[in-house]
């Protein structure tokens, strides 16, 4: 139980153009979603916090206007890159958690790889 | 700001040896603290984790840890690697304040057979 999938797997777009990595709780709803950013060697960073029906919680540095988060639904929440530049090429992973399940338990996606040419 | 340190970036054992990864944490607080394991090309999974209670965690894959709270320290050990367990470890903690995972910078372990 406690499945978590994100789609696309990995992504490839040129600068200037924008990508949407999609969340999915597969069996369970999820209340709180958080997107992650991986650089290659090193630790995750939150990006962002949300929660279903609600604006999304950016970390500091984080541009809003440039990650769009959208938590529509309790087993989905999506993450946009606008305007995508190659220094937005990381790995992007989302985590969920849900009231019924260990309050401070977070279930990984298997990450998203994009890359912007 | 509350924080988690991995003192080990990278490591090198051969199989058998014993393994410890150091973890510490800066919080003074309630906090839940987490190893998480990323295997090559793989996503995160969670190995063990710690709420209360017996300080002393086993997890999945023989892999235990022990919560000191007077060190802030939460390192995670196991008797004697194996080739496959090459990877990427990851100490987390959340505070009970924020509610947010703060990851550690990750130790990369290699295993040679």
């Known amino acids: 139980g406690a499945v978590v999938s994100q789609h696309p797997s990995w992504v490839i777009c040129k600068s200037g153009t924008s990508v949407k990595i999609e969340c999915r709780s597969l069996d369970f709803q999820a209340t709180t979603m958080f997107w992650y950013r991986q650089f290659p060697k090193q630790s995750l960073m939150l990006m962002a916090t949300s929660n279903e029906g609600s604006k999304a919680t950016y970390e500091q540095g984080v541009e809003k206007d440039k990650f769009l988060i959208n938590h529509a639904s309790l087993t989905l929440s999506t993450l946009t890159v606008t305007s995508a530049h190659p220094e937005d090429s990381s790995f992007y992973i989302c985590?969920?958690?849900?009231?019924?399940?260990?309050?401070?338990?977070?279930?990984f996606g298997p990450g998203t790889r994009l890359t912007v040419t | 700001a509350q924080s988690v340190s991995q003192h080990n970036h990278h490591v090198i054992l051969s199989e058998a040896a014993s393994l410890e990864l150091g973890c510490n944490y800066s919080?003074?607080?309630?906090?839940?603290l987490f190893w998480y394991v990323q295997y090559p090309g793989q996503h995160l999974q969670l190995l063990l984790k710690y709420f209360s209670g017996d300080p002393l965690v086993k997890g999945i894959k023989g892999f235990e840890a022990e919560f000191i709270k007077s060190k802030f320290s939460f390192n995670l050990r196991k008797p004697s690697v194996q080739w496959s367990d090459t990877a990427e470890y990851f100490c987390a903690a959340i505070t009970s304040n924020t509610g947010k995972l703060i990851f550690g910078q990750g130790t990369t372990l290699q295993v040679k057979p």
């Open positions: 985590s969920a958690k849900a009231a019924e399940l260990n309050a401070y338990e977070q279930y």
């Open positions: 919080y003074g607080g309630t906090v839940n």
